[in-house]
């Protein structure tokens, strides 16, 4: 089965700095990765995927995220944060020939300070 | 953008009510999802359906019940409310194409027994 970690339940950054959210994958066949994003009282956007085509993938809202099958991992980044980027973000994974179930990490508080 | 709907958004009910959570989505996609998600948590996936008069159990157990009587809809019914079934609901939808196709996701059930 697959299964996603994310790093750091919560991450505060200064707007205009970099924002970096950690997730390690771990999975017996190739995965297609996943990192949506969630507003308060609302649901999930997907922000970006990896759907094997290129490592680097780039997202809306300025976000991108780069997969690295020698470490496991598919770290979300932004070169600079804003206010409007504080939310809750969740890495999710699936496999060929699982109904394309996701499995999602358990989330990660972006706070966002002047 | 994608479209799919959730009603009610918020509902406050008493213990031992019969509930349902309604989903539809104008997409015609084939895969449709119920995930439960409890504050600051993960989302858990507790149903989910291939297609019309389909229906499978999730990765979590719930009490609760679907139906996929139309592509379009896919209810969730709590047949006695209880406190424990406090939480927010979220359904999805994706194409019926390989694993890297996105889930779409309505903007959520917040349900509250009291």
């Known amino acids: 089965a697959q299964s996603v970690t994310q790093l750091g339940s919560h991450v505060s950054v200064s707007e205009g700095a970099l924002v970096l959210l950690r997730c390690n994958y771990s999975?017996?066949?190739?995965?297609?990765l996943f990192w949506y994003v969630q507003y308060p009282n609302q649901g999930l956007q997907l922000l970006l995927k990896?759907?094997?085509?290129?490592?680097l993938v780039k997202g809306i809202n300025g976000f991108e995220a780069e997969f690295k099958k020698s470490e496991t991992s598919f770290h979300l980044t932004k070169p600079s944060a804003h206010m409007s980027d504080a939310a809750e973000y969740f890495c999710?994974?699936?496999?060929?020939?699982?109904?394309?179930?996701?499995?999602f990490g358990t989330g990660t508080r972006l706070q966002v300070t002047l | 953008e994608a479209d799919i709907y959730q009603t009610p958004r918020y509902l406050v009910i008493g213990t031992g009510k019969k509930i349902t959570l309604e989903c539809s989505q104008t997409?015609?996609?084939?895969?449709m999802y119920w995930y439960q998600q409890d504050p600051g948590m993960e989302l858990h996936l507790i149903h989910y359906?291939?297609?019309?008069?389909?229906?499978e159990k999730g990765d979590l157990s719930s009490e609760s019940t679907v139906s996929r009587i139309r592509t379009e809809h896919f209810p969730l019914t709590l047949e006695s409310a209880r406190p424990s079934h406090t939480s927010q609901y979220l359904c999805?939808?994706?194409?019926?194409?390989?694993?890297?196709?996105?889930?779409?996701f309505g903007p959520g059930t917040r349900l509250t027994v009291l």
């Open positions: 999805a939808s994706r194409p019926n194409g390989w694993g890297a196709d996105t889930q779409y």
């Open positions: 999975s017996s066949v190739p995965p297609y």
């Open positions: 990896y759907t094997s085509a290129a490592t």
């Open positions: 999710a994974v699936t496999v060929t020939g699982t109904a394309s179930k996701l499995t």
């Open positions: 997409m015609g996609h084939d895969k």
């Open positions: 359906s291939y297609g019309v008069n389909s229906t």
